[in-house]
């Protein structure tokens, strides 16, 4: 499995290990190195547990491996997430503006759902923007968010900074350090899949009665529409309420088996194999 960011890319082997060349500005290689006198990577790198080179500790045991803009994360076969790289927006749900080795995330130590419960949420799905991160719990099928909320890509009405200071709790705005789970009408939704663009997120939503069978569901975005990322066939105002994504003729999108996002646009692929796109068309 070989994914890429703005500058970097990370490859899984099928050993378990991942490795990492290109930009290296803040940690995304996950060496435990970042910065100017680090940049550049040439020769692939295998990714570790520390926070410098003398560290031997390898990431290993890894199944899925997921690249933002500048960030980097990894799944390991138990359901456990890591990530690293660049963390300015709190979209690793990790201490630091620059993480340059691969830490459990924080938000899922404990399961939002159950607060009262000493759990961990195992992660099945994990996406990656400059912004923001999605995951789907492996177990319920919920997706989970963390990050900048400026263009409400969370699902979440409230910003992530309230006069330029973070926030500490999902009362209080706190989003980068604590998952919130994505819900329409004050229900629960279960995804097949995810993904995040840089400031809007689009998901693949499945009925909770074939959340273990499902193979296919209704696309839905949220977010930033400035370029018609959210599928309605207009533009303008970022919306925090998931809405189902429309055909040109008006139909949603009802057997979508996968979904990607960029910048500022989406796709989908239909179990017909026919493709959608939609949002920013600057290049066609």
């Known amino acids: ?46 990714v570790r547990i520390g926070q410098n080179e003398s560290n031997t500790k390898l990431l290993t045991n890894i199944k899925y ?12 076969q138990d359901g456990l997430l890591y990530v690293w790289g660049n963390n300015d927006n709190g979209q690793l749900g990790v201490d630091g ?24 949420i195992l992660v099945s799905a994990v996406e990656l923007s400059e912004s923001h991160t999605i995951i789907i719990d492996a177990l319920t ?15 979440y009405q409230q910003s992530i900074l309230n006069n330029g200071k973070p926030m500490t709790s999902p009362s209080t705005e706190n989003y980068a350090k604590e998952a919130h789970l994505v819900t329409r009408d004050k229900g629960d939704l279960n995804f097949l899949e995810v993904a995040s663009g840089k400031n809007h997120s ?32 207009t533009s303008g105002s970022s919306s925090a309420v998931l809405q189902a994504v429309k055909k040109s003729n008006g139909e949603s999108i009802t057997n979508a088996v996968a979904v990607a996002a960029a910048d500022n646009y989406s796709l989908a692929l239909t179990a017909d194999g026919i493709v959608y796109a939609w949002g920013d068309n600057t290049y066609g």
């Open 141 to 155: 099928k919920r997706a989970y968010t963390w990050g900048k909320n400026d263009h409400n890509q969370l699902g």
């Open 97 to 120: 503006k620059i993480v340059a080795y691969p830490t459990l995330v924080e938000a899922l130590k404990d399961n939002p759902a159950t607060p009262n419960a000493d759990e961990t």
């Open 65 to 76: 491996v997921a690249a933002g803009a500048n960030s980097s994360a990894a799944i390991d």
């Open 1 to 46: 499995m070989i994914v890429s960011g703005y500058g970097h890319t990370l490859a899984l082997r099928a050993d378990g290990t991942v490795w990492a060349w290109g930009d290296n500005t803040y940690g995304q290689l996950g060496d435990g190195t970042y910065g100017t006198s680090n940049v550049d990577k040439f020769v692939p790198r295998q």
């Open 202 to 233: 689009v998901g693949i939503v499945i009925p909770a009665s074939e959340a273990e069978t499902a193979t296919q569901g209704t696309v839905y975005a949220w977010g930033d529409n400035t370029y018609g990322q959210l599928g309605q066939n």
